[in-house]
């Protein structure tokens, strides 16, 4: 008999099977995916990245508008994780040269990408105007007279929307309404008029303003911030349609919408976000008599996070009888998982080679980094017998893991793999001792030095 997955946690083809024993991640039994790639090993279900891109694609479908959903690359990305967002017809914020760069050697197609960050270097927005790109989200005035003058050279006419502090900040039910919000992005309202007025007059030749982008926060758990974003855009559509007669027609409402990391939390699935985030669109439109808008999103981890699966091997283990506490080491930590060291994040994890023995031992999950903040989860409950050998299941981590991790310690960084209907296939190498020495130089002087100390 075989079990099926909590799906909110784990990823939808996550399986225990009775018989043998043996849990599996896209129908490839653990033991073999050890023999196949080691540990620790990032494991991606290629079931659940296409589930959870083709909801967010039709639960927006019956918007009236176009629809543009962007994965958030910051979340994950590789080229091959590039052509399966390409087959399943979303398109990709990027925020780097690098992410760009990843996007566009993977063929994938430019008008698809949109441009984002707070810093874009003058090097970014040449290769990005260079070889192409949907729209460029104008962060500030600096980037906005750089992306003139490249325009300019190029003999280009770039399109861009404004990203604006909206006013709205949130995470998890931490929910804000500022009026005048300190954050390092974009243009706060009282700055809208000067930049329209740039583009407008002085730069209406190199830059086209097709409409205003907007990112709440991640992690989120409630809708309404949403819903009172898109009354704060169109209020701002309207009144620049008043003021400069200029229609805009692209809204971009960011990302941010949360995900289960643990039973008791219960984010909004992606149906009920986009049905009310469309009826608001839809009746304020109407209220205000304002065409509507092409609706752009953003998703990051509520695409990917689930999908990710983090497999570890355990070693040592130390028992502190004085205080009760043990600490259980895997083969990984912050050098591939960064979050809960950075930012208290919390992960669900079960050990799968023991995954029928109750999980009853209260234990703190450690790595193997030189840091006493390397805690992957504070308290796990593992079967009692757990010893060196074992192998431990981090979920949730396919958002947010391997685009933070490092070689700290000079640790490689572990493979990522794809599975499905039995099959494993490499997204990224395990990195290897030679990589981590690959772009280290002993300089000239050194080298000669030690000729002359052996003469
Ligand atoms: C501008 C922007 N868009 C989208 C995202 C993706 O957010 P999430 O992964 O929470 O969906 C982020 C995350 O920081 C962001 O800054």
Redesign the pocket.
């Given at each position: 008999m075989t079990t099926s997955p909590n799906t909110q946690i784990q990823p939808l083809s996550f399986a225990f099977d009775e018989s043998t024993g043996q849990v599996s991640i896209g129908g490839v039994p653990l033991p073999e995916l050890i023999k196949r790639h080691g540990t620790p090993l990032y494991i991606m279900d290629e079931e659940t990245l296409r589930q959870m891109m083709q909801s967010y694609k039709s639960a927006f479908e019956r918007y009236p508008a176009p629809v543009q959903v962007?994965f958030?690359a910051?979340?994950n990305l590789t080229m091959g994780l590039c052509a399966l967002i390409q087959q399943e017809g979303l398109g990709i914020?990027v925020?780097s040269g690098g992410e760009y760069y990843t996007a566009l050697k993977s063929n994938f197609p430019t008008e698809n990408l949109v441009f984002?960050?707070n810093n874009k270097t003058v090097d970014e927005l040449e290769l990005v105007i260079h070889h192409g790109i949907g729209l460029i989200?104008v962060d500030n005035f600096h980037e906005l007279t750089l992306i003139h003058q490249i325009a300019q050279q190029t003999g280009k006419r770039v399109d861009v929307v404004l990203?604006i502090t909206p006013g709205i900040e949130c995470h998890t039910h931490d929910y804000i309404k500022t009026g005048l919000l300190d954050s390092k992005?974009g243009f706060d309202l009282s700055r809208l008029s000067q930049v329209i007025d740039l583009i407008t007059t002085d730069y209406n030749e190199t830059i086209r303003l097709t409409g205003l982008?907007a990112?709440i926060?991640?992690?989120?758990f409630e809708i309404k911030p949403y819903v009172d974003l898109i009354e704060v855009m169109l209020n701002l559509f309207y009144n620049i349609r008043e003021h400069y007669g200029l229609t805009l027609t692209h809204m971009n409402i960011?990302?941010?919408?949360?995900i289960a990391y643990q039973s008791q939390d219960d984010p909004p699935n992606v149906s009920d976000y986009a049905n009310q985030v469309i009826d608001k669109l839809i009746d304020y439109a109407e209220k205000i008599d304002f065409p509507l808008p092409m609706l752009i999103l953003?998703?990051?981890?509520?695409?990917v996070?689930t999908a990710g699966t983090t497999l570890y091997r355990v070693g040592s283990t130390k028992v502190i009888p004085e205080i009760n506490k043990t600490y259980v080491a895997v083969d990984g930590g912050m050098g591939d998982n960064i979050r809960p060291a950075l930012y208290g994040a919390v992960y669900t994890a079960l050990i799968a080679n023991k995954y029928n023995e109750p999980h009853t031992r209260h234990v703190t999950l450690a790595g193997k980094y030189c840091e006493s903040g390397d805690i992957l989860i504070r308290d796990l409950l593992v079967p009692e017998s757990i010893a060196p050998g074992d192998l431990v299941l981090v979920f949730g981590t396919g958002?947010?893991n391997y685009t933070m991790s490092s070689n700290y310690n000079r640790v490689p960084r572990p493979a990522m793999v794809l599975v499905n209907d039995g099959q494993s296939q490499v997204l990224i190498q395990r990195e290897t001792y030679d990589d981590i020495i690959a772009r280290d130089l002993i300089p000239e002087s050194f080298l000669t030095q030690k000729v002359s100390a052996e003469n």
């Open positions: 962007l958030a910051k979340a914020d925020v984002n960050g989200s990203r992005f982008h990112h926060g991640s992690q989120i960011g990302g941010g919408l949360g953003e998703p990051g981890r509520s695409l996070a958002a947010y």
